[in-house]
């Protein structure tokens, strides 16, 4: 059987917020107000999702 | 029979919201992620655990968007959509990749594991 307790999301939200806080992070989690109504256009959908390979590929180096 | 077509219009383009909701939240919690990951310092074992736990939401984000079944949309907007979808696609087994990196780092400094957040 697994004893993996889920923690809530409320809780990994602000634990999150704290640890990135003393690390002097930038962790904004609120989405900017008006990018919550809108879903934004595929082609802007893919060149983020491209953005995210660059940067993947880049830690695969490291 | 326009009915049934308003019908399927309609489903469509609840589909390619839905793709686009997911694709949203992917990369709004992957992108922070990897803000974190691309400075991370390798013995800092709770930022990564952050870093994962993050990653892991963006997974199960792009899970979700990758799951929706996009075969029956047509158009130009169908051969997007399903571009995205397979762009999200390579993105979900580089994050699982780099998620399984940074908690192999962590097995390997040594973890006092109190907040289980990696099933």
């Known amino acids: 059987s697994t004893t993996t307790i889920t923690a809530p999301e409320n809780q990994v939200d602000s634990l999150m917020q704290q640890v990135a806080d ?25 060149t983020e999702q491209d953005d995210l390979s660059k940067r993947l590929a880049q830690l695969r180096q490291m | ?42 013995q800092n074992i709770e930022q990564k655990r952050i870093v994962i736990e993050m990653y892991s939401k963006g997974i199960e984000e792009l899970e979700e968007g990758i799951g929706i079944d996009l075969s029956g949309v047509t158009g130009e907007e169908g051969e997007r959509a399903r571009k995205l979808q397979l762009k999200m696609n390579n993105n ?28």
């Open chain 1, 22 to 46: 003393e690390a002097g992070l930038e962790l904004n989690m609120e989405l900017p107000a008006g990018e919550t109504g809108s879903v934004g256009t595929a082609t802007a959908a893919s």
């Open chain 2, 1 to 42: 029979i326009m009915d049934n077509r308003d019908n399927d219009e309609n489903t469509d383009i609840d589909l390619l919201i839905k793709q686009r909701q997911h694709h949203k939240k992917s990369f709004d919690i992957i992108s922070r992620a990897l803000k974190i990951d691309e400075k991370i310092d390798d």
């Open chain 2, 92 to 119: 979900l087994l580089m994050v699982r990749e780099r998620r399984e990196r940074l908690d192999c780092m962590n097995r390997i400094y040594g973890q006092s594991s109190h907040l289980p957040f990696y099933k």
